[in-house]
């Protein structure tokens, strides 16, 4: 079994793949758009307050798997009729040494990207440090120290 986080980028999901392939090295391995599917059924007509669905672009992505290392990233672009908000959440990024670490959290920072706690040696790593992406999303970057 797998967890894999699937994230809502409210219309920004395709400048965020190619920002993750660009720092990241990612890889998409699958993308729908919205005009790829069937039409929405009738009872997919309406929105969450029972008000008409708002009208999607159908260039948007409705699903698309990125692979950052060994890991699948699902993305979207969700319904687009909501500013983006990333609340309870990090993704984490386990660095192999802390120059992998330190170019991944200065990649992750970059263009508008908002660290928040330096990339520094920890109890449990050697290196570790929390930072937004341009698109707020919060990632952990570390490179764990050798235990016991």
């Given at each position: 079994?797998n967890i894999n986080p699937y994230v809502f980028y409210q219309g920004r999901a395709e400048e965020a793949i190619e920002f993750y392939k660009a720092?990241?090295?990612?890889?998409?391995?699958?993308?729908?758009?919205?005009?790829?599917?069937?039409?929405?059924?009738?009872?997919?007509?309406?929105?969450?307050?029972?008000?008409?669905?708002?009208?999607?672009?159908?260039?948007?992505?409705?699903?698309?798997?990125?692979?950052?290392?060994?890991?699948?990233?699902?993305?979207?672009?969700?319904?687009?009729?909501?500013?983006?908000?990333?609340?309870?959440?990090?993704?984490?990024?386990?660095?192999?040494?802390?120059?992998?670490?330190?170019?991944?959290?200065?990649?992750?920072?970059?263009?508008?990207?908002?660290?928040?706690?330096?990339?520094?040696?920890?109890?449990?790593?050697?290196?570790?440090?929390?930072?937004?992406?341009?698109?707020?999303?919060?990632?952990?970057?570390?490179?764990?120290?050798?235990?016991?």
């Amino acid at each position: 079994m797998n967890i894999n986080p699937y994230v809502f980028y409210q219309g920004r999901a395709e400048e965020a793949i190619e920002f993750y392939k660009a720092k990241l090295g990612a890889k998409q391995t699958m993308l729908m758009r919205f005009k790829d599917g069937p039409p929405p059924s009738e009872d997919q007509q309406c929105g969450p307050d029972g008000g008409p669905a708002p009208k999607i672009d159908p260039e948007k992505i409705m699903h698309a798997e990125i692979t950052i290392g060994e890991s699948t990233v699902l993305i979207s672009d969700g319904r687009c009729d909501q500013p983006t908000k990333f609340e309870g959440f990090s993704l984490a990024l386990y660095a192999k040494d802390d120059d992998e670490a330190k170019k991944l959290f200065d990649a992750i920072s970059s263009e508008g990207g908002t660290p928040f706690m330096p990339l520094t040696q920890t109890f449990f790593a050697t290196s570790f440090g929390m930072t937004q992406d341009k698109f707020g999303v919060t990632w952990m970057v570390l490179c764990l120290a050798k235990m016991g």
